[in-house]
C-alpha cells in the first residue's frame, strides 16, 4: 500500500475497542457462571482467536448488534479441543491461556503463525512449571507449539524477572486453580488490565506496589463490560495530530489507564498541544476524548518505570521523535526485540532508510531529531505495529512509502487505513 504527504488532518476518529481487554473479557467471561455481554469489543484478528480458541473448548460465543455474549460454563467447564488451538499471531492469547490450561482436566496443544511460533515461551514455561504445570515445547526450543496437560497446581510466589503483563496474568490465572495464595511481584509494574477486570468477576485480587496476589475463588460470574477504545490504536493519530502541519483531531473515548498511558506523558514532555476532554473512570479504566493539534516538540529521555507503560507505542514514539528538536534517546525497552518483530532493528533499519538518524542500541534507539524524511519501501514483517507507523511517516515525507504487507493492521485495528483516509 502507498503512502504520500499530506496536507493536513482534521476531524474525529473513534478507535477500535482496547485489545488486551478485549481477550480478558472473552477468557474470565468464558470460566464465570452465566452470560458476560461486552461492548466495544475489538474484532481483530487476535481477539477473534481468542474467541475461537474458547468455542473450541466448548464455550458458545455469539454477537448480536455489535455486542458479544459469552456463555461461560463456570472455572472447570472447558472441555478438550479435538485440534491444535490456532492462536494466530497472539501473544496474549498464547501466554494467558497457557495459565488457565494448565488446571483443566485435558491435554491441549497451542500453536500460532511463524512470528507467534518464534517468540520467547520460557518466560511462562518456568513459573508455570514451579506450579507444577506440564507444559513442553514441543520442538524444544522454548517456543509454541506448546502442549499442554492440566495437572493439579500449587500455590506460588513468583518473582518475575520480566515486567510482562502477559507473564503475571498467567501466572495469576493458574493461581485461580492452585491450592492457595498466588502473587506475582514485578520488577517494574505492567498493565493492571487482569487484576482488575478479575476482581469485577468477583475474585479476591490485591494489588500493592509491584505485587499482585489472587486466591482461588469458588467461581466467577458474568459481567456487562464497555471496552474502552485502544490507547495502543489511539498512538498513531496522536502522533500524526502533532507532526502533520495544520492538523486538529479529537479521538474519542480513549483508555487512559495509567499503567498504560505513558505515551500522553511523553508528549507532554516533548512540547505536544494534547488536551483531555471529558475524563471519565469506569472500574479503576478511566477514558478520555483527546484532542491534539500540530505542536513544535523538543527531544526527551524515555527509560525506567514509564517504558511498560508505553512498551507497544515506542515504535510509533520513534517517529514522533524524528520531528522533534534535539535527541531523543529510548532506554530499558529491550522488550522490543522480542515482539511480532525485533522491532528495534526494524523502526531503525526503516527510519534510517527514509533519511531519519537513528541509532539501534541494546535496549532502545537514539534519535536525532529534524531530519526530513522520504519515501522508501517498508517489510514491515507481518508486524501490525510497524505497518501502521510507517502509514504516519509516509504521510509526512516527501515521495511514495509503499508498505509491504500492509493487512497486518487486521490484528488490532482493521479499519486503520480507511480511517486514517477520512482525516485528510
Ligand atoms: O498479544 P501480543 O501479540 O503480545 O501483542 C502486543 C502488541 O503489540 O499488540 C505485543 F506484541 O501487546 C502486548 C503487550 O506488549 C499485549 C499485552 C497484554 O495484553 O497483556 C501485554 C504486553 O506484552 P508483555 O509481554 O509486555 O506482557
Known amino acids: 500500500m502507498i503512502f504520500t504527504r499530506k496536507q493536513r488532518l482534521l476531524g474525529e476518529i473513534i478507535v477500535p475497542g482496547d485489545k488486551s481487554i478485549s481477550h480478558r473479557a472473552v477468557m474470565f467471561g468464558s470460566l464465570a457462571e452465566g452470560t458476560t455481554e461486552i461492548h466495544g469489543f475489538l474484532k481483530g484478528a487476535d481477539c477473534l482467536s481468542t474467541i475461537h480458541c474458547f468455542q473450541q473448548m466448548g464455550i458458545s460465543i455469539e454477537e448480536k448488534d455489535n455486542t458479544i455474549f459469552v456463555h461461560g460454563k463456570g472455572l472447570h467447564g472447558l472441555t478438550g479441543p479435538s485440534k491444535t488451538l490456532d492462536v494466530g499471531n497472539s501473544g496474549t492469547t498464547t501466554r494467558l491461556m497457557s495459565g488457565i490450561l494448565c488446571g483443566q482436566n485435558f491435554t491441549s496443544v497451542l500453536s500460532g503463525d511463524d512470528s507467534l511460533n518464534s517468540r ?37 510466589h513468583y518473582q518475575s524477572p520480566v515486567a510482562s503483563a502477559q507473564v503475571k496474568s498467567a501466572v495469576l490465572l493458574a493461581g485461580l486453580y492452585a491450592d492457595g495464595i498466588t502473587s506475582v511481584t514485578e520488577p517494574v509494574l505492567s498493565r493492571n488490565h487482569t487484576e482488575l477486570m478479575l476482581e469485577s468477576f468477583g475474585v479476591p485480587v490485591t494489588s500493592h506496589d509491584k505485587t499482585a496476589t489472587v486466591c482461588p475463588p469458588e467461581s466467577l460470574q458474568g459481567q456487562k463490560i464497555q471496552v474502552p477504545g485502544d490507547i495502543s490504536s489511539a498512538a498513531y493519530f496522536i502522533v500524526a495530530g502533532l507532526i502533520t502541519p495544520n492538523s486538529e483531531i479529537l479521538i ?30 469506569d472500574k479503576g479504566e478511566p477514558t478520555a476524548d483527546l484532542l491534539v493539534k500540530t505542536s513544535s516538540l523538543h527531544s526527551t529521555v524515555i527509560e525506567g518505570d514509564i517504558i511498560p507503560t508505553l512498551i507497544d507505542e515506542l515504535p510509533v514514539i520513534a517517529l514522533l521523535a524524528c520531528f522533534a528538536k534535539g535527541t531523543t534517546v529510548i532506554r530499558d525497552a529491550q522488550e522490543l526485540k522480542v515482539k511480532e518483530s525485533n522491532r528495534i532493528d526494524l523502526m531503525a533499519t526503516h527510519l534510517s532508510a527514509m533519511g531519519a538518524r537513528v541509532i539501534p542500541t541494546d535496549d532502545g534507539m537514539v534519535i536525532e531529531g529534524d531530519h526530513p524524511l522520504h519515501g522508501a519501501e517498508i517489510h514491515c514483517k507481518y508486524d501490525h505495529r510497524i505497518a501502521m507507523t510507517f502509514a504516519i511517516a509516509g504521510i509526512n515525507a516527501d515521495g511514495e512509502t509503499n508498505i509491504i504487507d500492509s493487512d497486518c493492521v487486521k490484528v488490532s485495528y482493521p479499519a486503520f487505513f480507511e480511517d486514517l483516509e477520512k482525516l485528510s
Open 120 to 156: 520467547p515461551m520460557k518466560r511462562i514455561m518456568t513459573p508455570l512449571s514451579l506450579m507444577g504445570a506440564d507444559i513442553i515445547s514441543l520442538n524444544g526450543n522454548g517456543c509454541a507449539p506448546l502442549q499442554i496437560t492440566g495437572k493439579p497446581l500449587s500455590a506460588i
Open 252 to 281: 474519542k473515548n480513549v483508555g487512559i489507564n495509567p499503567t498504560r498511558a505513558g505515551i500522553l506523558k511523553v508528549c507532554e514532555a516533548m512540547g505536544a498541544d494534547l488536551t483531555y476532554l471529558n475524563v471519565k473512570d
